[in-house]
């Protein structure tokens, strides 16, 4: 009876009951979002690269490093030369090193020139290799191996020709339109930025850019791409490598070594460190957001509670019927706990539903945007904890017309004053 | 002493109430009736008519004196013990708008019973059984209270006052927002159904005209006087 009075009084004011719920479920789908979002960022951050000991670059800090050879945003300052890039992985520790070559695009994806090493040694998210979902590493100098979300996007198949362009940019003006590439492989889904990649050899790289001085064209000196195979096409410099080493124990002195390397200046970073030092500094931005939606939240929990209040005028008469009929004031406060506990509950679901929806609508926008891999699940153990403190925030609140009711039918009693 | 009939419905002695702000006072030196009769509570409004009725049915408690109901002694129970014992023992008819308006006509009648603590399925066979007696028919039971003209709502609140099998109804001025046929008539089935279920009626109106339904009557303004047979 109590939880059919309650229901049907809400119900008797739907009208104000529904902009109450739609409130609730707006604040409540953008704290259980930026919670989600957070997570899921830091997770979707941490897990890009697993199992690398060591990125070196040429000198800068360590958080542009980290974000132009992981996260492929920025740019490099300054690149390694060949011959220091050899010294460097003879080293004894040294186990295995993946050279990248950054600075040109496809339709706004990075192409990175590396070699096959690459697909045996990189590891991402839980030490988990790299898969071709089809077809197989570069083994031509105009082969490509593309990521999931550049093929999926793009609609590749394997043995279509694809062009490069130079620099960054999605539109750009300065196009490697004579020497396609063939695509050879694509990798399967992965999460990270390795997905937006195309991937060609680091001759190929050399090779586009052969007949390049200055970062543009040398007019009357266009080589065609079997012209280019004559050349010797060893790269020039690269702009950073990973290390895996041998024993873990040496990645601080080896780290130490390179950065103190006589023939030019590079920049060694250990990847965990450089991905808590890039969390710590979202993690300002993310606990203001938070805070923003719990200030949401809360209005929106005040605003309901002050419809409470405003409707407890006309309900009097409800109030005293209750009494009469034998209801102790205890009741009317349980009843009204009950009413906000339901709305509350209600908007809880909703916006759970809500936020399901525009994650699964925004996911693959974010993925390709920001590079943020979020998952759909967004009940978690934090989300339950977030669901428990709503809930408890809004009883707590709701005692302020629960406990207005008892009193005002106390010393009403049976008196309706209208 | 469990002998039914030698309880009164109805004792009480020496009652007074006044509030804490003082002035007005409320004095009642005698009263007693029995199960079965019929109480006429004649005053002009603000002659405490309302205290009256707050006191007898528990909501407010009395400054000294002793009053029971149903043999039990109000003016010492705590304020939960009397809300239940007016869940079972009071059924109470306002002026108007008796029913709560989102709730269908059964459940509005079942009110009482759930605050009494009695078993549904039984309250629910009782109830219908009520209101049919009291003229509502079944195409009216599950229609919002609110559907309903005037007199069927005052006799929904009849029903719901009678469901529990109160020792007590008290009804404060119920007739006074219908006209003179549906009055009558409303006072009629009321009485007979108050009769019935062995109830004593405690009624308050200013109408004169009615105190012919009654065994006894009250006047507000002349409360020394005590009761006086009709």
Known sequence: MLMKLAG????????????????????????????????????????????????VGARSGQLNLLLYSVFRIGNATANISWPSYQRIIKHPQIDWAIPISLGDSHRGYRVMGTNTDYF??????????????????????????????????????LGEQIELSHGVGAVSFSQHKDKPFTVVGILARTGTPVDQTVHVSLEAIEAI????????????????????????????????????????????????????????????I??????????????????????????????????MITTLLASMKERQREMAILRAAGAHPWYLFVL??????????????????????SLYLLQDKLAAD???????????????YWAGAILLLSAVLATIPGVLAYRKALADGLTIRL | MTDKPKIPAIDLKQLQFYYQSGGWQLSLPE??????????????????????????????????????VNGQPLHKLSSSTRDSLRAKHIGVVFQQLNLIPYLSVLDNALLSSHFAGQNKANSVDRAKTLLQRLGLQQDLWHKPATNLSVGQQQRVAIARALLPKPTLLIA??????????????????????????????IFVSHDQSLTQYFHYQLDMQQLATGVQPC
Not at chain 1, 127 to 156: C, H, I, M, N, R
Not at chain 1, 336 to 357: D, G, K, P
């Open chain 1, 336 to 357: 009204i706990q009950l009413e906000v506990l339901l709305v509350t509950l209600l908007s809880m679901l909703s916006a759970a539903a809500l936020l399901f929806i």
């Open chain 1, 8 to 55: 049907l009084s809400l119900w008797n004011r739907r009208g104000t009951v529904l902009m109450t719920w739609l409130s609730l479920t707006i604040s409540i789908a953008l704290l259980l979002g930026i919670d989600h979002l957070r997570t899921e960022a830091k997770s979707s951050f941490t897990s890009t690269v697993s199992g690398t000991d060591l990125i």
């Open chain 1, 120 to 157: 045996s040694h990189y590891r991402y998210a839980n030490s988990q290799p790299l898969v071709l979902a089809q077809g197989e590493p570069f083994a031509q100098v105009f082969d490509t191996v593309l990521g999931a979300e550049v093929a999926q996007k793009l609609g590749y198949k």
């Open chain 1, 209 to 268: 850019h052969l007949d390049w001085q200055q970062g543009a064209p040398m007019p009357g000196r266009q080589l065609s791409s079997e012209q280019t195979l004559q050349h010797d096409l060893t790269p020039k410099s690269i702009t950073a490598f990973m290390v895996g080493l041998k024993s873990r124990m040496a990645t601080f002195t080896l780290q130490r070594q390179i950065n103190e390397f006589k023939n030019e200046p590079l920049t060694a």
């Open chain 2, 172 to 201: 404060d001025e119920p007739t006074s927002a219908l006209d003179s046929d549906n009055r009558d008539a409303f006072m009629r089935v009321m009485l007979a159904e108050a009769d019935a279920n062995g109830c004593t009626v």
């Open chain 1, 370 to 384: 920001f590079g943020l891999f979020i998952s759909l699940h967004i009940v978690k153990l934090t989300t339950l």
């Open chain 1, 270 to 303: 250990l990847p965990g460190v450089a991905l808590a030092e890039l969390w710590q500094m979202l993690g300002m931005v993310e606990n203001l957001l938070l805070l923003i939606s719990l200030l949401v939240l809360l209005a929106a929990l005040v605003g």
């Open chain 2, 31 to 68: 009263l007693t009736l029995h199960c079965g009769q019929h109480l006429f509570v004649r005053g002009a409004s603000g002659s405490g008519k309302t205290t009256l009725l707050n006191l007898l049915c528990g909501i407010t408690r009395p400054v000294s004196g002793e009053l029971y």
